[in-house]
């Protein structure tokens, strides 16, 4: 079984800049994650979805983070406009609503650095 | 609001020397608790579901066990290829969705040197 496919890998721009994320979750998996990690943290969530409709984006900082998941599979995440406090490494999420402690499958993220 | 806290933030251990790292959390109802292992460079990978108090469970060297308060993550006899950073994490709180999203711990660094 495939798992949760991200890319780029890695991605450095400019403050001010704008830069987007993709996100392929594992096959029939209908809620998907996006969280942030600075260095030296653990992940923070930043939006949750459930098919393409959206659970939580309360930490999601909307003036300058949209996400988006359109036919309920893969996800874009977008920074616009970059600042130096967004480096950090972004990992999408996905699991089965089978069960509300089904278990998070991460893929290796993506590590941007704000320069 | 749900809090996890981990200690130690880094532990360095000899080959073969046995450790513990602790995860504790304050949550409203414990809904279960995650232990990851996350590698330089890759996403968490997942390795335990605790979902009550006195579980215990078991994969290779590591053993995984959960107190109302606390959850340890107990290393026998490790190899430099354990190194890496675990991380706790419980779920919730839920915002309507058929899951929950995770609260994780900051981790603690494992070095295992040979």
């Known amino acids: 079984e495939a798992g949760v496919a991200q890319s780029p890998r890695y991605k450095i721009i400019e403050k001010r800049q704008s830069v987007a994320f993709w996100c392929n979750p594992i096959?029939?998996?209908?809620?998907l994650y996006w969280y942030q990690q600075i260095l030296g943290q653990g992940p923070k969530l930043l939006i949750q979805f459930q098919n393409n409709g959206v659970v939580d984006d309360s930490q999601l900082p909307k003036d300058r983070f949209s996400a988006e998941r359109l036919k309920g599979v893969d996800s874009t995440l977008k920074i616009q406009p970059a600042k130096l406090e967004d480096s950090a490494v972004y990992l999408c999420?996905?699991?089965?609503?089978?069960?509300?402690?089904?278990?998070?499958?991460f893929g290796p993220g993506t590590r941007l650095t704000v320069l | 609001e749900d809090q996890v806290t981990q200690s130690p933030e880094a532990l360095r251990l000899q080959e073969g020397e046995s450790s513990s790292l602790n995860c504790s959390y304050t949550?409203?109802?414990?809904?279960?608790l995650f232990w990851y292992r996350q590698d330089p460079g890759k996403g968490p990978e997942f390795l335990f579901t605790?979902?009550?108090a006195g579980e215990e469970k078991e994969k290779e060297r590591l053993k995984a066990t959960l107190t109302k308060k606390e959850s340890f993550l107990h290393i026998t006899a490790p190899k430099p290829e354990d190194s890496a950073t675990y991380l706790c994490a419980v779920p919730g709180p839920n915002s309507g969705g058929s899951n929950y999203k995770l609260t994780f711990g900051k981790g603690t660094l494992l070095t295992v040197n040979p």
């Open positions: 949550v409203s109802g414990l809904r279960g």
């Open positions: 096959s029939g998996h209908a809620t």
């Open positions: 605790l979902y009550s």
């Open positions: 999420a996905s699991s089965s609503p089978g069960q509300i402690t089904d278990t998070q499958y």
